[in-house]
């Protein structure tokens, strides 16, 4: 049991470049969630996703795009990258949280990005 | 969401109980407190969470007030693998976590 799976672990890019990070997970959650640390700050979300084919936007959405075609997966893409998204991103996943219980989120091991 | 106050540090002998508060005096009869914590570069770690009554796994013991407006994390013999960041999060049955800055814990031998 993987848990939470990232892909790439660490990438650098130039200006204007593009591309997309992978979140997979194999304990069949619900929800899924893209966050982005900054040195010395908390996580702050990008987007989540509360099943197959949705997706919402988080507190900095900006600049990022998600799809969720499948349960398990859930894509992060930067179609031109900025200084400004160099950042550690983590995923993470959940089960749903409608009110009928409380379950944590549980989070991959990150994706260090440089945008140069 | 309600806010969270932590210490920004706290030092802890290894093999000792590392106690860690936090404050949520705004907090709303449905929101719940969890504890997380991230270990340098590796993605966060749920650690416990509760409602009213006090909890315990086999990582630590949430104690919280009757009155709800605080907490306290217990890790019952700290490790210097315990070295972390320990977050205090209160949040209702909704998607987002909110991470303050937490209380970077350091245990010492």
């Known amino acids: 049991n993987a848990g939470v799976t990232q892909t790439p672990k660490f990438r650098v890019l130039k200006t204007g470049q593009s591309m997309t990070l992978l979140c997979a997970q194999d304990?069949?959650?619900?929800?899924m969630y893209w966050y982005r640390q900054d040195p010395g700050m908390g996580l702050r979300l990008i987007h989540y996703s509360v099943g197959e084919g949705t997706t919402a936007k988080g507190e900095v959405p900006d600049g990022y795009n998600v799809s969720r075609l499948k349960k398990q997966n859930f894509l992060l893409g930067l179609e031109s990258a900025a200084p400004s998204q160099t950042s550690v991103y983590f995923c993470?996943?959940?089960?749903?949280?409608?009110?009928?219980?409380?379950?944590?989120?549980?989070f991959g091991d990150g994706t260090r990005l440089s945008i140069l | 969401d309600a806010k969270t106050t932590q210490p920004t540090s706290m030092d802890c002998a290894e093999g000792r109980a590392a106690n860690l508060p936090c404050n949520h005096s705004?907090?709303?009869?449905?929101?719940?407190v969890y504890w997380y914590r991230q270990i340098h570069s590796q993605g966060p770690q749920y650690i416990i969470h509760g409602l009213k009554n006090n909890e315990t796994n086999e990582m630590a013991s949430l104690i919280i007030t009757e009155d709800r407006k605080s907490s306290t994390l217990i890790l019952p013999h700290a490790t210097l693998r315990d070295t972390a960041v320990y977050y205090c999060?209160?949040?209702?049955?909704?998607?987002?976590?909110?991470f303050g800055a937490g209380t970077t814990v350091t245990v010492r031998a």
């Open positions: 993470a996943s959940s089960y749903d949280p409608r009110g009928l219980s409380n379950q944590p989120q549980h």
């Open positions: 304990m069949n959650h619900e929800y």
């Open positions: 999060i209160v949040r209702a049955a909704d998607y987002k976590l909110s």
């Open positions: 705004t907090i709303s009869g449905n929101e719940y």
